[in-house]
Every structure is written in structure tokens, then in C-alpha cells.
């Protein structure tokens, strides 16, 4: 069933990208600050499932084209192999490295292994939410 509500669906794509990058800087955030991964796929998730209210599930799957079974199954290797991979290493599992970099226009960084974690986690919660959203819109 499609919505004619234009006053939600013009709202709904300004709040969507709000929200997309909200989550973005939770994720990076979430290193030094409340947040990461979770939280961010979260929002991420909620922007989605903001798009499918606004519009509805078939326009949604044709303007973002994504198997989120695979986007969690994915998740889930880059998760779990983050935290084992130090194993391989003589390290306990979960022991992260990290670095200092200088990136062009950033400058002085550090890179965290964490950043992988969580975004193994980021994709896990995405995946799993619009999984489960998809599967009870599916039920009409």
C-alpha cells in the first residue's frame, strides 16, 4: 500500500539524512565518547525504517537494493575475526592494536583494530533490524 503524504515524505527525506549522519558520528565518536557501533546502527536502522513509514517497503528495497542477511553475516566475520585474529598472535582474544598516523587534512591520528569491531557490530544491527522489519512488512 503506498502513502500519498507528501508533507511525511518530503520531512522524511530531510530527517533521513539527519539521522545518517548523526549515526555516522555516533560510530566514530563511540571511540572516545558514549556511542560506536551499536548505537549507530541503531540510528541508521531507525532512518531506514523512517524512509519505509513515510514510504513504503517495495519503493524502499528498490532505492536502497541490500540483502541484509549478507550485511549481517558479514558483520559478524568482521566482528568476530577482529576480536580472535590477536589469537593467531599469542595475544588474548579481544586485545586491539593501535596506532599513530599522519593523514592528509586530519593530521596526527590514531587508528584503533576497535574501529573494526564496532563496525562489524554497526552492520550486525543494521542488518538484523531491517531483517526483521522486512520480514513483518512482508507479512500483509
Excluded: C
Excluded at 598516523?101 to 576497535?114: C, D, M, Q, R, V
Aim: charged residues 10%; proline residues 4%; neutral net charge.
Amino acid at each position: 500500500m503506498r502513502t500519498n503524504n507528501l508533507i511525511l515524505q518530503f520531512t522524511s527525506k530531510i530527517v533521513f539524512f539527519m539521522i545518517f549522519f548523526f549515526a555516522v558520528h555516533i560510530f566514530f565518536a563511540g571511540h572516545y565518547t558514549p556511542g560506536g557501533g551499536f548505537v549507530g546502527g541503531l540510528l541508521m536502522a531507525s532512518a531506514i525504517v523512517l524512509l519505509v513509514v513515510a514510504y513504503d517497503l517495495k519503493t524502499v528495497q528498490a532505492i536502497l537494493p541490500l540483502n541484509y542477511m549478507y550485511m549481517t553475516a558479514t558483520g559478524l566475520i568482521l566482528a568476530l575475526g577482529t576480536a580472535a585474529f590477536p589469537m593467531f598472535l599469542n595475544k588474548p582474544f579481544f586485545t586491539h592494536s593501535y596506532d599513530y598516523f599522519n593523514l592528509p587534512l586530519i593530521g596526527k591520528t590514531s587508528l584503533h583494530t576497535a574501529a573494526l569491531f564496532d563496525l562489524g557490530v554497526f552492520l550486525v544491527v543494521v542488518g538484523v533490524t531491517m531483517t526483521i522489519i522486512q520480514t513483518i512488512g512482508e507479512d500483509e
